[in-house]
C-alpha cells in the first residue's frame, strides 16, 4: 500500500533560520505530491504540490522537489518567520491504495519559530 | 458555498451513545474524503466517496462507523455506541476528483468529546 514518512516533530527553530522537513514515501505508479499545512485554530489547507518527477512546487517561500529517485519530497524555506509556525502534513494520491483519488498522509511535523 | 462545511463544531457525548456528523462539500465537488486526526497520531483515513459510492471505505476502524452520501452531495458519518478511544477530530474535505493530482479542500472538522 501507499505510506508516507515525515521527521518526526516538534522542530524548534530561531526567525530566519533555514528550514528542512523531510518527507519520503512509498507507492505504486506515479503518485502526485503535496505538503498541506495547519496553523493554529485552522483547517489543513494545500500548501504546494508537484505531479511529476523533477517538479517542484513552491509557495510562500516554501519548496519541495518531486525525486522519484529517492522517493523523496522535503519541504526547505530559506528564512522562517514567527508566522510559519504550523504543522506540516506530506501527502500523496494514487490509483491504488486509499481509494482512485484518496489522499494518504504523513503524521504531520509541528514547526515552531521562536522570535 | 464558499468552503466546505462542517457540523457541528464541537460535540460531547456520553459513551455508548451514537453521534451524527456532516460535511457539505464544495458544490460541484464530485469526492469526499472522511478522516480522523488524533492527538499525536496524524491523520487517518475512514473512507472515500465519489459521487454516492464508496469504492473505498478500507479506513473505517469497526462495524460502529458507517458513512452516507446522499445527492452526490451531503455526507454524514455516524459512530454508534462511541467509545472513549472515539475522541478525535473528525475532518472532512471535497475535491474535484477523480484526477490524482486534485487538490483536497478540508473543513474545520468536528471535534468529538466521549466522555
Known amino acids: ?11 524548534t527553530l530561531s526567525e530566519e533560520a533555514f528550514l528542512t522537513i523531510n518527507c519520503t514515501y512509498t507507492a505504486t505508479g506515479y503518485p502526485s505530491l503535496f505538503w498541506y499545512v495547519q496553523y493554529p485554530g485552522e483547517g489543513l489547507q494545500l500548501l504546494l504540490k508537484a505531479t511529476k518527477a523533477d517538479d517542484k512546487g513552491s509557495n510562500k517561500g516554501f519548496e519541495a522537489t518531486y525525486r522519484k529517485e529517492t522517493t523523496s519530497f522535503h519541504l526547505e524555506k530559506g528564512s522562517v518567520q514567527v508566522s510559519d509556525s504550523a ?8 490509483v491504488s491504495g486509499g481509494g482512485a483519488d484518496g489522499l494518504t498522509f504523513g503524521k504531520g511535523t509541528h514547526l515552531i519559530i521562536q522570535p | 458555498g464558499a468552503g ?15 453521534v451524527e ?9 464530485t469526492a469526499l474524503y472522511w478522516y480522523r486526526q488524533s492527538l499525536g ?12 459510492s464508496a469504492p473505498d471505505k478500507s479506513g473505517l ?34 475535491s474535484l476528483g477523480p484526477r490524482k493530482n486534485t487538490e483536497a479542500f478540508f473543513g474545520q472538522g468536528t471535534r468529538l468529546t466521549v466522555v
Open chain 2, 61 to 94: 476502524p469497526s462495524d460502529r462507523f458507517s458513512a452516507e452520501r446522499t445527492g452526490g452531495s451531503v455526507s454524514t458519518l455516524t459512530i454508534q455506541r462511541t467509545q472513549q478511544e472515539d475522541s478525535a477530530v473528525y475532518l472532512c474535505a471535497s
Open chain 2, 4 to 18: 466546505v462545511s462542517q457540523s457541528p463544531s464541537n460535540k460531547v457525548t456520553e459513551k455508548g451513545k451514537d
Open chain 1, 1 to 11: 500500500g501507499n505510506s508516507v514518512t515525515q521527521m518526526e516533530g516538534p522542530v
Open chain 2, 41 to 52: 497520531q496524524g491523520l487517518e483515513f475512514l473512507i472515500y466517496f465519489q459521487g454516492n
Open chain 2, 21 to 29: 456528523l456532516r460535511c457539505d462539500p464544495i458544490s460541484g465537488h
Open chain 1, 87 to 94: 504543522v506540516y502534513f506530506c501527502a500523496l494520491t494514487a
